[in-house]
């Protein structure tokens, strides 16, 4: 099982920056796809930014333009820059990648970090 570890979050005002990292405990050059989730009380999770490994990334309509999604294929880490922050981007934000598994897809979770944007 792969285990990710979040790290990065915390209190920022509005239109201020953080930059999440998830240390993954595999290779992740070799994943199906790396990305960020996000979840806010009473909400569904959502896709925030995703990296497959053939390069393609996509980002979830509210974080266009504003959030980048990088990774460091040596040290095992998956980034997400977020600048202009604003207060509906506050939630727990996970660290997911998706391996592949004699079973199909598998995915991964790490145990989430809180981010709270203040107005």
């Known amino acids: 099982q792969i285990h990710l570890a979040e790290s990065g979050g915390g209190l920022v005002q509005l239109g201020g920056s953080l930059r999440l990292a998830c240390a993954v405990s595999?290779?992740?050059?070799?994943?199906?796809?790396t990305g960020w989730y996000r979840q806010s009380p009473g909400e569904q999770r959502e896709m925030v930014a995703m990296?497959?490994?053939?390069?393609?990334?996509n980002y979830g309509d509210g974080v266009k333009g504003r959030f980048t999604i990088t990774r460091d294929n040596i040290e095992n880490i998956i980034y997400l820059q977020m600048n202009n922050l604003k207060p509906d981007d506050t939630a727990v934000y996970y660290c997911?990648?998706?391996?592949?598994?004699?079973?199909?897809?598998?995915?991964?979770w790490g145990q989430g970090i809180q981010v709270t944007v203040s107005s």
């Open positions: 997911n990648v998706v391996d592949y598994s004699e079973s199909g897809p598998l995915n991964s």
């Open positions: 595999a290779s992740i050059s070799r994943l199906i796809r």
């Open positions: 990296l497959t490994n053939g390069g393609m990334i």
